[in-house]
């Protein structure tokens, strides 16, 4: 048996199917029993029961499934740990961010670093805060833009900015002449968002510690939130208002912030604590924190003028 032989097998028991297992390592459903085929034929047992529900493992492979799982999870941190020392030895740095939004900032932040640094590369890649986590802590991002707080040893986290909440509605409505929104304020209002997951729980968390769930509609897009927005009455809410500033075309809507002191939504820098300690790091880092300032200090105030 290799590893591929036992990445294989590990995901048809994720899926309990082969032809979902199969796309999800973009290989043919053929291919794939194939190699289940195989792998049962060296072991001179089945691995599998083939059943009207799905695939069900019996006892022989549910134990490779136990003693397999260990082996697959070190051989990902394994690969992970050499592509983050091939990216120092080489010069290159990967941040990880958790939004599209962060994409500019990271971006920016590069350009900085490698004007004074150029014998250095650098880029980004966007995934889940857990995932994030995880590849800060064995090296393969040299740090990570996210929202969230760490919970895995020897990683810190910093505290770059916190993010504007916005509203956007018709300006004929009540919210439309208010200089700040207040959480309160939503009560009963039919919203909708364009916002992540852990966005819309942030927001759920918000709105209970006053005494009420708001009712909120999640939109695939914003163009999508701005459609529900102009035509049907709906308070358009999320964080990323430089784009809906950009989107916005419609002269009939206005945007109002959100109190960001009711509603914080810091924006955190996650670093490994070893290669903190190393100035190549530290410049990098610098770089990124100098433009999340900037970043902060151009956020445009919207709403009307306070009496």
Request: net charge neutral; glycine share 4%.
């Amino acid at each position: 048996m290799d590893s591929r032989q036992l990445i294989y097998f590990l995901r048809v028991c994720e899926y309990s199917n082969i032809t979902q297992a199969a796309q999800s390592l973009y290989i043919s459903p053929q291919a794939l029993s194939k190699a289940i085929a195989r792998l049962e034929d060296e072991f001179r047992m089945p691995l599998f029961l083939r059943t009207v529900h799905g695939l069900v493992l019996t006892e022989a492979g549910k134990l490779l499934q136990k003693l397999g799982q260990p082996i697959a999870d070190s051989l990902d941190d394994l690969s992970l740990r050499m592509s983050g020392l091939y990216q120092q030895t080489h010069h290159h740095f990967t941040l990880g961010i958790t939004s599209t939004l962060d994409f500019f900032l990271g971006e920016h932040a590069f350009d900085m670093f490698c004007r004074a640094h150029p014998t250095y590369t650098a880029s980004f890649a966007e995934y889940t805060h857990s995932v994030c986590e995880t590849y800060v802590s064995n090296g393969f991002l040299v740090a990570a833009l996210t929202y969230g707080s760490v919970s895995r040893p020897g990683l810190e986290l910093l505290p770059l900015f916190k993010r504007q909440w916005v509203c956007v509605m018709t300006k004929d409505s009540p919210l439309a002449q208010r200089y700040v929104i207040h959480i309160q304020d939503l009560k009963g209002m039919r919203l909708v968002g364009s916002v992540n997951p852990c966005s819309l729980q942030t927001l759920h968390d918000a709105c209970k510690k006053i005494g009420f769930v708001p009712n909120i509609y999640l939109a695939n897009d914003t163009l999508t939130t701005l459609h529900l927005c102009s035509e049907h009455g709906y308070i358009g809410i999320t964080t990323d208002h430089l784009l809906f500033r950009a989107s916005i075309q419609n002269p009939h809507l206005a945007m109002i912030p959100i109190s960001i002191d009711e509603f914080p939504y810091p924006i955190n820098l996650i670093v490994n604590s070893e290669l903190f300690k190393q100035k190549i790091v530290q410049d990098f880092l610098s770089c990124v924190k100098h433009v999340a300032l900037l970043r902060q200090s151009i956020i445009p105030q919207y709403g009307n003028p306070a009496p």
